[in-house]
């Protein structure tokens, strides 16, 4: 199968609300290997966006260990967290997350501003080569007010690559597409995959998703169910 990128040992995440103890993820063991795509599938409150949280350094095991390109991510303190996302991961969300007073070429450009001192003529090329990759050159200078649902996404995905993350992570990265759109955004993902060796990996419940990736985790209840 290759190198593994992303390891899971025994990985449980219980959240307390007074009394009462909720698990959302229940002894998970699994591994995601280099430029694979994997999707997790299943139900709402299954699991699926906690275990993107973990993966993501955004949250931590309540037990177990999370390996993520050989990084121990339990140890990580908040800014190391902070840093290692900004060194190695990148996040499409659902509701794009662009933001609205930035043109589709800040939006994009705003990563390399942010955690990589990156010179601007260096910005630029990187930034267009990946407008060009995902066919919105020609809306580089629109707000994201003026973008359709797709292209937004589009804008999202440029965005979540500009860094050459080894990793892509994706919450239901399709939900607000329509076919068409959804099937450009699933591509591009292919495309960069083979051209780049990035790993990517979805929650989602959508059967377009779940026909275009390597492996599908089935999640219930907090359990690997398949």
């Known amino acids: ?131 060009k990759a995902v066919q919105m050159e020609e809306h580089k200078d629109k707000i994201p007010d003026q973008l359709s649902g797709g292209q937004k996404q589009r804008i999202a995905v440029a965005r979540a690559l500009v860094t050459h993350p080894k990793i892509v992570l994706a919450d239901e990265p399709t939900a607000n597409l329509d076919g068409k759109s959804a099937q450009m955004v699933l591509d591009l993902m292919h495309k960069m995959r083979d051209q780049l060796g990035v790993t990517f990996i979805f929650s989602t419940h959508d059967p377009r998703i779940l026909q275009n990736v390597d492996r599908i985790y089935r999640l219930e209840d907090g359990k690997l169910i398949q």
């Open 1 to 131: 199968m290759g190198e593994e990128i992303v390891q899971l040992k025994g990985v449980s995440k219980v959240y307390q609300t007074g009394e009462v103890e909720q698990w959302a993820l229940r002894d998970i063991s699994l591994a995601i290997y280099k430029s694979e795509i994997v999707a997790f599938a299943g139900p709402s409150g299954s699991g699926k966006t906690t275990i993107l949280n973990i993966i993501g350094a955004m949250d931590k095991p309540s037990q177990g260990r999370a390996v993520v390109d050989g990084v121990e991510l339990n140890n990580l303190s908040k800014r190391e967290a902070a840093l290692f996302r900004g060194a190695h991961l990148g996040f499409i969300f659902q509701s794009f997350n662009l933001l609205p007073v930035l043109t589709a070429f800040e939006n994009v450009e705003y990563p390399l501003v942010l955690i990589k001192k990156v010179k601007a003529s260096e910005r630029k090329k990187a930034v267009l080569t990946l407008l």
